[in-house]
Structure formats: structure tokens, C-alpha cells
Nanobody, 122 residues
Framework: QVQLVESGGGSVQPGGSLRLSCAAS????????MGWYRQAPGKQRELVAT???????NTADSVKGRFTISRDNAKNTVFLQMNSLKPEDTAVYYC????????????????WGQGTQVTVSS
């Protein structure tokens, strides 16, 4: 079994910063891509940013230049540094990981965290 545990969400004023973390644990053989998605009330879940095990990143245009994704492969952890936050960034942020488990090394599974609330408001 694999678990993703997120932390770092909260409330901040416009222009502020937050740093999200997501640590994967369990029977992990390797992790391919990791990423962050978000879902605002009444909207579909959308991609924020992803990062491969080699460090290649993909960032949504809406957050490019403000958000930075990074990861620590040794700790199976992915981070999202969010700067210059705007009210429209308010959402539940979910961590995602493409995990190969030790029990089934030929199969990749998609795992999700429980979500962490980010609220940007004055």
C-alpha cells in the first residue's frame, strides 16, 4: 500500500506565499512523475504542475512564473512553492504520484493525496 500525505496549505492574503509538501510512503519501488492538481468549488480538477524523476517540469500557464515544483527523490517528496498568490488560486490542492510498487514492479499505479485547502483572501 502507498500513501501520499500533503502538508502546507492554509490561508494567506493576496500576494503572499505558501509551500506545499507531499511525501509518499509505503511499498515503493520507484516513482515516475509527481504532480500537483487543484480543484476550486464548482470547477473540474486541473493540472497545476508536474515533474518527472529526472526533473523535467510542466507548469500550467495560469501559474507559470509564480509557482515552482520541485522534488526530493531520496525522500519521495514533491514540493510546490507558490508565490504572488491570487484569490483565483483558492482551491483544494491534490498531490499525485505515478508509483511502481515493490510487489508489482512491472505495473505503474496512480496515487492521490487527500488534498489540502489553500485560501487566498484579504
Amino acid at each position: 500500500q502507498v500513501q501520499l500525505v500533503e502538508s502546507g496549505g492554509g490561508s494567506v492574503q493576496p500576494g503572499g506565499s505558501l509551500r506545499l509538501s507531499c511525501a509518499a510512503s509505503g511499498s515503493i519501488f520507484s516513482i515516475n512523475a509527481m504532480g500537483w492538481y487543484r480543484q476550486a468549488p464548482g470547477k473540474q480538477r486541473e493540472l497545476v504542475a508536474t515533474i518527472t524523476s529526472g526533473g523535467s517540469t510542466n507548469t500550467a500557464d495560469s501559474v507559470k512564473g509564480r509557482f515552482t515544483i520541485s522534488r526530493d527523490n531520496a525522500k519521495n517528496t514533491v514540493f510546490l512553492q507558490m508565490n504572488s498568490l491570487k484569490p483565483e488560486d483558492t482551491a483544494v490542492y491534490y498531490c499525485n504520484a505515478e508509483v511502481v510498487t515493490a510487489m508489482m514492479p512491472d505495473v505503474e499505479y496512480d496515487y492521490w493525496g487527500q488534498g489540502t485547502q489553500v485560501t487566498v483572501s484579504s
